[in-house]
């Protein structure tokens, strides 16, 4: 729980941003919030869907084309 002179100061300085301003305070406010549940979950289940078909096909393609083969002469 945030402290009463915390409180005070967040509540002075938002009383001197533009409606603008206090909007985008609050949507950062929700993105925190937001992000500390997720993360409660899991650190990775955050990014699932975030990559396009093209991207994940463009990924499988290199992997195929050059992290399955060995070279044994690179050591």
């Known amino acids: 729980m945030a402290s009463k002179t915390f409180e005070n100061e967040f509540l002075k300085g938002l009383d001197l ?37 093209n991207d994940v096909q463009e990924i499988n393609s290199a992997i195929e084309a050059g992290c399955e083969n060995i070279d044994k002469n690179e050591w």
Do not use: C, M, W
């Open 17 to 53: 941003l533009s409606k603008e301003q206090q909007d985008k305070v609050i949507s950062y406010i929700k993105a925190l919030l937001k992000r500390t549940k997720s993360s409660q979950h899991s650190g990775l289940l955050q990014f699932a869907g975030s990559l396009n078909p």
